[in-house]
């Protein structure tokens, strides 16, 4: 958004729903029209949302007349959506049937009594009245002000057309240009429905229990604290916290993950996500306009706003263009006739030169493209914020995955026990017994391991606990003292050292990327335990997808060297760096970007964020569940799953495909239809099947943006 809606409080601003937009110019032009209304201090239209945001005291009524140049419909934001009449039947568009009725009529009656016979002129009359009325309003308006756009350029162009006796064409010039227009509305609503359709995700109302009584509330009623209860079959309409039942709910909308995940007591649920099979209540947590749903839909938005480096050039360059081809028109019109040309030939392709060279393709070739793209990756759970973003993400040449909680599951787990003398359940609940006593994250993945052999380690009496400052810890149960510590506390605590044998199979395992913790009194070592923070299942997939396109993979991470190289060599990154600080981290992006320009950092959220900042596009992992992740990053995951990272690089680089084929088309036709004028061949209506044509193209050419998948 622009910086001086950035300085705009939302509280501010008052927001409606625009319906009828059809491109970019006239967005402009309500934008300017709503800022000149009496009471409006600033106004800011979001194309691509359909909204416009007003700071001031502006009637539904007043802003309709703003708009009333392009028939827009304007609602407010609170307001239930107003279905809309199937295409084939809505007003704008009937008036193109009569026209094309009346342009039929005409054209048997020229047939019948001549082109130049009053009949059929009235008809054609008749028929470019009708179909080109809101057209010639507009025109005529810009004419006065001497703004040259669309409009202005198709009225001078047909009513040079009745001028030099051309009704016919003028009359097929309006119909074509109408159909065109309903033609790209259409479109342009198919491309915003993926964002209209994250809004219907969450019911407006929920059943709420307050004291005894249960009654249905709107979404805008409920409080925090409120407690809601949500039935099989059911979507959740407000974020929360499960304070009663287990259930599995299928959080698609919100993280794009297809398999549902089981929530219980204390889980953190989302709106907008389905419960399938148990009774749930949930406490409510966040009022619905903070809802992750609602920051999701908000990010989206303001990310279609944001301009991406090829729709700012393309538009600074339409504002140079368009006076451009007045003049080329003009010229075309006037000098052949002075050097003895015939002057309504020329006349008829400087008018034809005019209408070619609408810029209206060429404006809409960004956004349309830019908008779908944003809109599929939401609705795959994956919330990309803006179209800097997208193009950046479609030129990337290397990754930087942070490891712990990214490319692992950042939770340790147990994965060797060793015994040497003795029970290995029974050492097992000893050490558990004893680390019971400890902070060290390791200590909880041995405990975790106990309870899941359900061994009872809580019950045992633990003496003398003592830590060894990072060694380990010592501790008494029953008269025996036993030590649990790294390999380290044992050559300093057995009076021989540790013997080749064990420290063998210590090696083994520590070479495998393993932390290897040691049980064992001063005589000797009972067992070994080996922690390994575990590899997330798509890791190796999505890393080998990424090596398929061409992008170089890096892991950073602040562990020794052995443990990352093991890791490394599991994950199959094309590079390692090890014993980073995150300062280290940060430097190493900006190495990286000296290397290849555009780099993305893959991380957390949390601590990678002076990385994420550093990087072209930072990418944040499980932005459903932390507003870090969600306001920091670029581009943030829905759901933990690195396998969403393939299919965004995917629907990027399909995104800069389209976004060139666009342009080039768009400009390419306009180019051909020009050379036309040389021998003359350049008729009214094949200029406005090239114009129309390209625009159409572009648009339909973006809405490919929609079919890709992961």
Same mark, same amino acid.
């Given at each position: 958004?622009?910086?001086?809606?950035?300085?705009?409080?939302?509280?501010?601003?008052?927001?409606?729903?625009?319906?009828?937009?059809?491109?970019?110019?006239?967005?402009?032009?309500?934008?300017?029209?709503?800022?000149?209304?009496?009471?409006?201090?600033?106004?800011?239209?979001?194309?691509?949302?359909?909204?416009?945001?007003?700071?001031?005291?502006?009637?539904?009524?007043?802003?309709?007349?703003?708009?009333?140049?392009?028939?827009?419909?304007?609602?407010?934001?609170?307001?239930?959506?107003?279905?809309?009449?199937?295409?084939?039947?809505?007003?704008?568009?009937?008036?193109?049937?009569?026209?094309?009725?009346?342009?039929?009529?005409?054209?048997?009656?020229?047939?019948?009594?001549?082109?130049?016979?009053?009949?059929?002129?009235?008809?054609?009359?008749?028929?470019?009245?009708?179909?080109?009325?809101?057209?010639?309003?507009?025109?005529?308006?810009?004419?006065?002000?001497?703004?040259?756009?669309?409009? +202005? $350029?198709?009225?001078? @162009? &047909?009513? %040079?057309?009745? =001028?030099?006796?051309?009704?016919?064409?003028?009359?097929? *010039?309006?119909?074509?240009?109408?159909?065109?227009?309903?033609?790209?509305?259409?479109?342009?609503?198919?491309?915003?429905?993926?964002?209209?359709?994250?809004?219907?995700?969450?019911?407006?109302?929920?059943?709420?229990?307050?004291?005894?009584?249960?009654?249905?509330?709107?979404?805008?009623?409920?409080?925090?604290?409120?407690?809601?209860?949500?039935?099989?079959?059911?979507?959740?309409?407000?974020?929360?916290?499960?304070?009663?039942?287990?259930? +599995? $709910?299928?959080?698609? @909308? &919100?993280? %794009?993950?297809? =398999?549902?995940?089981?929530?219980?007591?204390?889980?953190? *649920?989302?709106?907008?996500?389905?419960?399938?099979?148990?009774?749930?209540?949930?406490?409510?947590?966040?009022?619905?306009?903070?809802?992750?749903?609602?920051?999701?839909?908000?990010?989206?938005?303001?990310?279609?706003?944001?301009?991406?480096?090829?729709?700012?050039?393309?538009?600074?360059?339409?504002?140079?263009?368009?006076?451009?081809?007045?003049?080329?028109?003009?010229?075309?019109?006037?000098?052949?006739?002075?050097?003895?040309?015939?002057?309504?030939?020329?006349?008829?392709?400087?008018?034809?030169?005019? =209408?070619?060279?609408?810029?209206?393709?060429?404006?809409?070739?960004?956004?349309?493209?830019?908008?779908?793209?944003?809109?599929?990756?939401?609705?795959?759970?994956?919330?990309?914020?803006?179209?800097?973003?997208?193009?950046?993400?479609?030129?990337?040449?290397?990754?930087?995955?942070?490891?712990?909680?990214?490319?692992?599951?950042?939770?340790?787990?147990?994965?060797?026990?060793?015994?040497?003398?003795?029970?290995?359940?029974?050492?097992?609940?000893?050490?558990?017994?004893?680390?019971?006593?400890?902070?060290?994250?390791?200590?909880?993945?041995?405990?975790?391991?106990?309870?899941?052999?359900?061994?009872?380690?809580?019950?045992?009496?633990?003496?003398?606990?003592?830590?060894?400052?990072?060694?380990?810890?010592?501790?008494?149960?029953?008269?025996?003292?036993?030590?649990?510590?790294?390999?380290?506390?044992?050559?300093?605590?057995?009076?021989?050292?540790?013997?080749?044998?064990?420290?063998?199979?210590?090696?083994?395992?520590?070479?495998?990327?393993?932390?290897?913790?040691?049980?064992?009194?001063?005589?000797?070592?009972?067992?070994?335990?080996?922690?390994?923070?575990?590899?997330?299942?798509?890791?190796?997939?999505?890393?080998?997808?990424?090596?398929?396109?061409?992008?170089?993979?890096?892991?950073?991470?602040?562990?020794?060297?052995?443990?990352?190289?093991?890791?490394?060599?599991?994950?199959?990154?094309?590079?390692?760096?090890?014993?980073?600080?995150?300062?280290?981290?940060?430097?190493?992006?900006?190495?990286?970007?000296?290397?290849?320009?555009?780099?993305?950092?893959?991380?957390?959220?949390?601590?990678?964020?002076?990385?994420?900042?550093?990087?072209?596009?930072?990418?944040?992992?499980?932005?459903?569940?932390?507003?870090?992740?969600?306001?920091?990053?670029?581009?943030?995951?829905?759901?933990?799953?690195?396998?969403?990272?393939?299919?965004?690089?995917?629907?990027?680089?399909?995104?800069?495909?389209?976004?060139?084929?666009?342009?080039?088309?768009?400009?390419?036709?306009?180019?051909?239809?020009?050379?036309?004028?040389?021998?003359?061949?350049?008729?009214?209506?094949?200029?406005?099947?090239?114009?129309?044509?390209?625009?159409?193209?572009?648009?339909?050419?973006?809405?490919?943006?929609?079919?890709?998948?992961?």
């Amino acid at each position: 958004m622009s910086e001086q809606q950035g300085k705009l409080t939302e509280e501010e601003m008052k927001t409606y729903r625009v319906q009828g937009f059809t491109c970019t110019n006239c967005a402009a032009i309500f934008e300017s029209n709503v800022k000149g209304l009496p009471g409006v201090e600033d106004a800011k239209v979001n194309f691509g949302a359909s909204k416009v945001y007003v700071k001031g005291d502006a009637t539904i009524e007043e802003l309709e007349k703003a708009g009333a140049f392009e028939n827009l419909k304007i609602r407010d934001e609170k307001e239930q959506k107003v279905e809309r009449e199937p295409f084939w039947k809505q007003k704008e568009n009937i008036k193109v049937y009569i026209s094309v009725v009346l342009l039929v009529i005409s054209w048997f009656l020229g047939e019948q009594y001549g082109e130049e016979h009053i009949l059929p002129t009235i008809g054609y009359a008749a028929s470019i009245l009708i179909g080109g009325y809101s057209l010639f309003i507009k025109g005529f308006k810009n004419l006065s002000r001497l703004k040259f756009d669309m409009n +202005t $350029l198709m009225t001078i @162009a &047909i009513l %040079g057309a009745a =001028v030099i006796g051309e009704w016919g064409e003028g009359a097929m *010039v309006v119909i074509l240009f109408a159909i065109s227009e309903a033609l790209e509305r259409y479109s342009m609503d198919k491309a915003r429905q993926s964002i209209e359709s994250l809004m219907d995700i969450a019911p407006k109302e929920a059943l709420i229990r307050r004291g005894t009584e249960e009654t249905m509330v709107h979404v805008e009623d409920i409080q925090v604290g409120d407690i809601i209860i949500v039935k099989p079959g059911q979507k959740l309409a407000m974020d929360g916290t499960v304070i009663k039942g287990t259930s +599995t $709910l299928n959080q698609a @909308a &919100i993280t %794009g993950e297809s =398999v549902p995940v089981t929530k219980t007591i204390n889980d953190e *649920v989302f709106a907008g996500t389905l419960n399938e099979e148990g009774l749930l209540e949930v406490k409510v947590t966040k009022r619905v306009e903070d809802t992750t749903l609602s920051k999701i839909i908000h990010l989206v938005e303001e990310a279609q706003a944001e301009r991406a480096p090829s729709q700012a050039f393309v538009d600074k360059f339409a504002k140079y263009y368009t006076p451009a081809i007045v003049i080329l028109a003009a010229l075309i019109a006037v000098l052949p006739p002075l050097f003895g040309g015939d002057w309504s030939e020329w006349i008829y392709q400087g008018l034809a030169i005019l =209408v070619v060279g609408c810029p209206c393709a060429l404006v809409v070739s960004t956004p349309v493209a830019v908008v779908t793209a944003i809109g599929n990756a939401a609705k795959n759970g994956v919330l990309i914020k803006g179209g800097i973003h997208l193009e950046e993400t479609g030129h990337l040449k290397a990754i930087a995955f942070d490891k712990t909680g990214t490319l692992t599951k950042g939770v340790p787990a147990v994965t060797d026990i060793v015994t040497f003398d003795g029970n290995e359940n029974e050492l097992l609940t000893i050490t558990a017994a004893i680390e019971n006593g400890s902070q060290h994250p390791l200590a909880s993945a041995i405990m975790r391991k106990a309870e899941e052999s359900g061994l009872n380690f809580k019950g045992i009496v633990v003496e003398d606990f003592q830590s060894i400052t990072g060694k380990g810890v010592k501790a008494k149960v029953n008269n025996e003292m036993y030590y649990v510590g790294s390999p380290n506390l044992f050559e300093e605590t057995l009076r021989n050292g540790i013997e080749t044998s064990i420290t063998e199979n210590i090696t083994r395992m520590q070479t495998q990327g393993k932390t290897v913790m040691v049980l064992g009194t001063e005589k000797e070592i009972l067992s070994l335990i080996a922690v390994a923070d575990e590899m997330r299942e798509s890791s190796k997939e999505v890393i080998s997808k990424l090596n398929h396109m061409g992008i170089e993979t890096v892991m950073l991470t602040g562990d020794n060297q052995r443990t990352a190289a093991a890791i490394g060599k599991q994950v199959g990154v094309s590079d390692i760096q090890a014993d980073l600080l995150p300062e280290d981290k940060l430097n190493f992006i900006k190495k990286l970007r000296e290397k290849h320009q555009s780099v993305a950092m893959v991380g957390d959220g949390v601590n990678d964020a002076p990385a994420l900042a550093a990087s072209s596009v930072g990418v944040a992992m499980g932005g459903a569940g932390t507003d870090t992740a969600l306001e920091t990053a670029d581009i943030a995951l829905m759901s933990d799953d690195l396998s969403k990272l393939p299919y965004t690089i995917k629907l990027s680089r399909k995104a800069l495909v389209i976004i060139k084929q666009n342009i080039t088309f768009s400009l390419a036709i306009k180019l051909v239809a020009l050379l036309l004028v040389m021998p003359g061949w350049l008729t009214l209506w094949i200029a406005i099947f090239a114009d129309m044509g390209a625009t159409l193209l572009v648009t339909l050419n973006s809405l490919r943006l929609l079919k890709v998948k992961e």
